[in-house]
């Protein structure tokens, strides 16, 4: 017999960001053309200049991670039975995932302490005739004992 700890639920809603431009993925490191120093390009100048906006929540506690991005794409496109047009180079879903939660805790953000908090995390790449958005719920992660 033993205790087995499960966070697989959602708890108790504690804050929600609504970034109205593109989210870029987490961009890999490069070496500079003379220098030839490493440096991490910054793709996320947009995203993190939104997350500023809202006042810093520095959550330090288990936490599920909702993130829902939308892209613009034509409406025809959508006429045309393109769903989910893969074609189009967004980025893949964990590298936009990432580039998210780097942001959460970016320390001139601090929504989050760490990223390593996140116990759960959704995330979806979805496509739209309007404005290009993403948008993030931070959940408390619901953990419950069960005995075996």
């Not at 087995?4 to 960001?17: V, Y």
């Not at 939308?70 to 045309?80: A, H, R, V």
Request: glycine share 4%.
């Amino acid at each position: 017999m033993g205790i087995e700890l499960k966070t697989n639920k959602r708890g108790h809603h504690l804050a929600r960001f609504t970034c109205w431009n593109v989210v870029k993925p987490l961009a890999r490191p490069r070496f500079g053309k003379f220098n030839k120093k490493p440096y991490t390009p910054d793709t996320a100048k947009e995203l993190r200049a939104s997350l500023a906006e809202y006042e810093p929540q520095k959550i330090n506690t288990a936490l599920w991670i909702d993130i829902d991005i939308f892209f613009n794409i034509e409406k025809e496109m959508l006429e045309n039975g393109y769903k989910f047009p893969t074609n189009i180079k967004q980025g893949d879903i964990d590298n936009l995932a990432k580039n998210v939660l780097d942001q959460l805790q970016h320390p001139d953000i601090q929504h989050i302490k760490d990223d390593k908090l996140v116990v759960g995390l959704s995330a979806t790449k979805q496509y739209t005739t309007g404005r290009s958005v993403c948008v993030i719920n931070i959940y408390s992660a619901d953990s419950n004992l069960h005995e075996e």
